[in-house]
């Protein structure tokens, strides 16, 4: 019998041996003394844990709300109340270019990218100087005279496209595929796409006119238009350094795509997904990549939505 119980039993007793004899000899000068005195030891046996466990409780929630709001933005990232199912690491882990020093980040880490002001679709400051310094390191690494070449699904606002080609060097070549606004029709909505999903992807399918038009890095981009499922990759078959999932992110697309790159990835090569953001948020990505893992060795990038692969 628990301690809890045992208290009560023993209230209950001292109660019933003390109130009701006294109640009966009511004019009994000591039942004035004993009565409340029961009801007291009664109310505190009762209420005593009851006031513990919202004591705990409260120490508890404060607890939880410190953590919070120290560590809000890797909390959301590793999940409040679980691990994720793709392991999360440094994004030196990645590559050398990414690692850091006692100073900080290493110099070949230095990328030029515009700041995600007012940019629709786009993805964080950190997540651009990746993909930049990837795109840079992906050059680097070339033999003399060979070319980089990059791949975006979902070109947007085509502000990436731009990093990409700025930072990977003149040799780079980056191909990046867009769905038109005078494309709507050809989207194939899959069976269990979320329709949230499906609104966002032709909301932001939207451009004609890119970030990087005009600017002196816009010939080595190759824009491509149409629907993601229907692309030919005949010509791109196991040829990119680097491929950005960027486009629809409604399951069947997610899906889609992903197997797309898996194919036109070159040995060596790095495919990132974006938007990787838990259960509650682009959920078409969350359970296309959990389910990509099994059979993939995958890793999220710390304190951003991108996910790696390599072959
Ligand atoms: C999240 S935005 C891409 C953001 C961009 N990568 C960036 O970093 O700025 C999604 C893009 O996917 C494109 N998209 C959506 N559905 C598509 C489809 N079915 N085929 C091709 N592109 C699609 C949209 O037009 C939009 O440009």
């Given at each position: 019998?628990?301690?809890?119980?045992?208290?009560?039993?023993?209230?209950?007793?001292?109660?019933?041996?003390?109130?009701?004899?006294?109640?009966?000899?009511?004019?009994?000068?000591?039942?004035?003394?004993?009565?409340?005195?029961?009801?007291?030891?009664?109310?505190?046996?009762?209420?005593?844990?009851?006031?513990?466990?919202?004591?705990?409780?409260?120490?508890?929630?404060?607890?939880?709300?410190?953590?919070?709001?120290?560590?809000?933005?890797?909390?959301?990232?590793?999940?409040?109340?679980?691990?994720?199912?793709?392991?999360?690491?440094?994004?030196?882990?990645?590559?050398?270019?990414?690692?850091?020093?006692?100073?900080?980040?290493?110099?070949?880490?230095?990328?030029?990218?515009?700041?995600?002001?007012?940019?629709?679709?786009?993805?964080?400051?950190?997540?651009?100087?990746?993909?930049?310094?990837?795109?840079?390191?992906?050059?680097?690494?070339?033999?003399?005279?060979?070319?980089?070449?990059?791949?975006?699904?979902?070109?947007?606002?085509?502000?990436?496209?731009?990093?990409?080609?700025?930072?990977?060097?003149?040799?780079?070549?980056?191909?990046?595929?867009?769905?038109?606004?005078?494309?709507?029709?050809?989207?194939?909505?899959?069976?269990?796409?979320?329709?949230?999903?499906?609104?966002?992807?032709?909301?932001?399918?939207?451009?004609?006119?890119?970030?990087?038009?005009?600017?002196?890095?816009?010939?080595?981009?190759?824009?491509?238009?149409?629907?993601?499922?229907?692309?030919?990759?005949?010509?791109?078959?196991?040829?990119?350094?680097?491929?950005?999932?960027?486009?629809?992110?409604?399951?069947s697309y997610v899906e889609s795509d992903s197997r797309l790159a898996m194919h036109?990835?070159?040995?060596?090569?790095?495919?990132?997904?974006?938007?990787?953001?838990?259960?509650?948020?682009?959920?078409?990505?969350?359970?296309?990549?959990?389910?990509?893992?099994?059979?993939?060795?995958?890793?999220?990038?710390?304190?951003?939505?991108?996910?790696?692969?390599?072959?």
């Amino acid at each position: 019998m628990s301690l809890f119980r045992i208290k009560r039993c023993t209230a209950l007793t001292l109660y019933c041996v003390l109130y009701s004899p006294c109640s009966l000899l009511c004019n009994f000068s000591l039942s004035n003394i004993f009565l409340p005195a029961c009801n007291l030891i009664l109310a505190l046996t009762l209420t005593a844990p009851l006031l513990a466990a919202c004591i705990v409780l409260s120490i508890l929630c404060l607890a939880l709300l410190i953590r919070v709001s120290k560590d809000r933005a890797k909390l959301l990232q590793r999940g409040l109340l679980f691990r994720w199912p793709i392991l999360s690491v440094d994004p030196g882990h990645i590559s050398p270019a990414l690692r850091t020093t006692e100073l900080g980040p290493s110099l070949d880490s230095l990328v030029s990218i515009t700041p995600s002001l007012g940019v629709r679709g786009g993805i964080s400051d950190l997540e651009s100087c990746i993909l930049a310094a990837l795109a840079k390191a992906a050059s680097a690494r070339e033999l003399p005279g060979t070319q980089t070449h990059i791949f975006e699904f979902g070109t947007c606002t085509g502000k990436t496209t731009h990093h990409l080609a700025l930072n990977a060097g003149h040799l780079a070549r980056v191909v990046t595929l867009t769905l038109a606004p005078d494309q709507h029709t050809t989207y194939q909505r899959g069976k269990g796409d979320d329709p949230r999903d499906t609104h966002a992807a032709l909301k932001e399918s939207a451009f004609t006119r890119f970030y990087y038009s005009g600017t002196n890095v816009e010939p080595q981009i190759t824009q491509l238009f149409g629907d993601s499922k229907a692309l030919d990759i005949t010509p791109h078959q196991a040829l990119y350094d680097l491929i950005f999932v960027d486009g629809s992110h409604a399951r069947s697309y997610v899906e889609s795509d992903s197997r797309l790159a898996m194919h036109m990835l070159k040995p060596g090569g790095l495919i990132l997904w974006h938007d990787y953001r838990g259960p509650w948020r682009a959920r078409g990505v969350w359970s296309t990549l959990n389910a990509l893992a099994q059979s993939h060795t995958l890793v999220h990038i710390k304190g951003t939505s991108l996910v790696v692969y390599t072959n």
